[in-house]
């Protein structure tokens, strides 16, 4: 079956780094979303990784391990408005993306 | 660019009615569009691909019958939810991925829908 792991939930500081890792199983693998959704909106995109590595976009990277099925989401500088919920999302053998509940973070002063 | 607008932003209906909910391309052309549903705290959900011109495809557990599809131009795709109930209420969200995306396959998704059914 397909599956996606993340945490629930994850505090963090303001100002400070945080870690949202992922591990996946699909049916095939044609890359990997990350989404951030903030509560009562729909999801916005952040990054795609398709090749093994780390993409960095500004305050935000995403690493991607193919052969572990594990990626993670890195944001730095963390601010009070990155608190919302971060969706991993890989995209099967028929471009289907998988969704998990995904990680809800909590940023605090 | 890539703006995925939705209408209405919320609506509330008393069951038994039917509802329409309206996803718009902007600013491209999208072949297909996709149909979620999320209740809270909890993931989204597929429900349909929407393809223009021809008939959705439906997900495993989804009613067609129940949520009806159209997607009639390449900007516009509706779900009509017919015979509302209390527990179709959710957020149904629309994406679409705009032909050419530098991201491959990226869906750019449309502000939601937050129906109520009482």
């Known amino acids: 079956g397909q599956n996606i792991d993340q945490p629930t939930e994850m505090t963090a500081t303001e100002g400070a780094i945080v870690q949202i890792n992922c591990t996946y199983q699909t049916s095939g693998f044609n890359g990997l979303f990350w989404y951030q959704q903030h509560a009562g909106e729909a999801p916005t995109f952040l990054s795609y990784n398709v090749l093994d590595g780390l993409e960095e976009k500004g305050r935000f990277s995403s690493f991607l391990s193919r052969s572990k099925g594990y990626s993670y989401l890195l944001l730095k500088e963390l601010q009070m408005k990155d608190s919302a919920s971060y969706l991993c999302a890989p995209m099967d053998s028929n471009y289907q993306l998988i969704w998990g509940a995904g990680t809800k973070l909590i940023i605090k002063p | 660019g890539a703006v995925v607008s939705q209408h209405p932003s919320w609506v509330i209906c008393k069951s038994g009615t039917s509802v329409k909910i309206e996803c718009r391309s902007l600013?491209?052309?999208?072949?297909?569009m996709f149909w979620y549903r999320q209740f809270p705290k909890q993931s989204l959900m597929l429900m349909a691909t929407s393809n223009e011109g021809s008939k959705a495809t439906y997900e495993q557990g989804v009613e067609k019958d129940k949520f009806l599809i159209n997607h009639a131009s390449l900007t516009l795709s509706t779900l009509t939810v017919t015979s509302a109930h209390p527990e179709d209420s959710s957020f149904y969200i629309c994406?679409?991925?705009?032909?050419?995306?530098?991201?491959?396959?990226?869906?750019?998704f449309g502000p939601g829908t937050r129906l109520t059914v009482t």
């Open positions: 600013d491209f052309q999208a072949t297909t």
């Open positions: 994406s679409a991925t705009p032909p050419g995306a530098s991201e491959n396959y990226e869906q750019y």
